[in-house]
């Protein structure tokens, strides 16, 4: 790009180089703006005569450009693309919905530097009308050769971002405990319900049992009927793993263990199975508080009715301690 002072009169179609303001100190024209005959009229209005401005060369494109082209080939899913002044363009949840990044692909993607993007946390929840990542390109224009650098990544590896939708979410819910479920159910409801409504969710389905493997696997598998997007179990007893009660039920379903303990404090005895692609969690602790733990990290993934793997569990501990 190359920048120089010229005639106001025969600036249009020029980007200004910095922010125009009014004798009074109101801002007139914002930089990055391209100058339009309007444009020249106003400032000839205002007593300017000249001007600093910067044109595209050969092999350059405008910022405003950049930053529609990334954003329109970074993500999928329930959000629209909003353009803001300064060479940025932000994406903004349409719905209630889960936001998935490819971590290792953006960091690719602002290591380049001819744009750079931030998005909300991986797997965080958000609701329609919250921005979920802002694009912001370098000043006035990129070079087109790392733009299509850039663009070539995305197609080869993309979606950078997913705003996965969680439409009329549905939880099932089984209170256990060794003497009775009612008391699980007591101790628990009031806690469980903080937590769903977080989520805009509530327990569609609602058992409780006796603490025993053949109980709960009876309690599961009805659960299962109804196809929730998640099955929790809110235990008054912290397993030692998957081999105690709760673990062997879930196997007893027709469950499988996808992963015991999470990188998460508080929330580390997570266990996480799955039976049909419906998830079941025990977290025995995460029931008793409100405050964030373990469950409240993978709820919104699962509510999308996404398949959280036991790596992506695993991969919770950075930035896992909570409390």
């Known amino acids: 790009m190359r920048a120089q002072t010229v005639d106001v009169k025969s600036s249009t179609g020029r980007i200004l180089c910095c922010t125009v303001f009014r004798a009074g100190g109101k801002k007139l024209l914002a930089k990055g703006h391209v100058i339009s005959d309007e444009d020249v009229r106003i400032l000839e209005s205002e007593g300017l005569q000249k001007i600093w401005v910067t044109e ?5 494109i405008a910022e405003d450009d950049a930053v529609c082209s990334v954003s329109s080939e970074m993500g999928c ?173 879930m196997l007893r379903a027709g469950a499988q263990v996808e992963r015991f303990l999470a990188p998460v404090e508080p929330g580390n005895l997570l266990l996480l199975a799955y039976k049909d692609e419906i998830p079941m969690i025990s977290a025995p602790g995460c029931f008793r508080s409100a405050k964030l733990n373990a469950v409240d990290l993978i709820m919104p993934p699962l509510l999308a009715r996404y398949h959280v793997t036991g790596w992506e569990v695993a991969c919770l501990g950075h930035g896992g301690l909570l409390a």
């Not at 363009?89 to 602002?110: G, M, R, S, W």
């Not at 319900?193 to 389905?205: D, H, I, M, T, Y």
Request: with cysteine; charged share 20%.
């Open 56 to 60: 595209l060369e050969e092999g350059e």
């Open 77 to 249: 899913g329930s959000f629209e693309i909003r353009l803001a002044a300064g060479g940025r363009a932000n994406l903004v949840a349409t719905e209630p919905c889960c936001v998935l990044v490819d971590d290792e692909l953006l960091k690719q993607i602002n290591y380049a530097g001819s744009v750079v993007i931030a998005t909300a946390s991986n797997f965080s929840y958000a609701v329609a009308g919250q921005r979920i990542a802002t694009i912001k390109s370098a000043p006035f224009a990129v070079s087109r050769e790392g733009l299509d650098a850039i663009m070539a990544l995305i197609k080869e590896r993309g979606p950078i971002l997913q705003a996965r939708p969680i439409r009329t979410p549905s939880v099932g819910i089984l209170y256990a405990d060794s003497a009775s479920g009612e008391r699980a159910r007591q101790l628990f409801e009031n806690i469980m319900r903080q937590r769903l409504e977080r989520f805009a969710a509530n327990g569609s389905f609602v058992l409780s049992c006796t603490e025993d493997e053949n109980s709960v696997a009876r309690c599961l598998l009805h659960l299962m009927r109804s196809r929730p997007s998640v099955i929790l179990v809110a235990s008054t007893t912290a397993p030692a793993g998957p081999e105690d009660t709760i673990g062997r039920a």
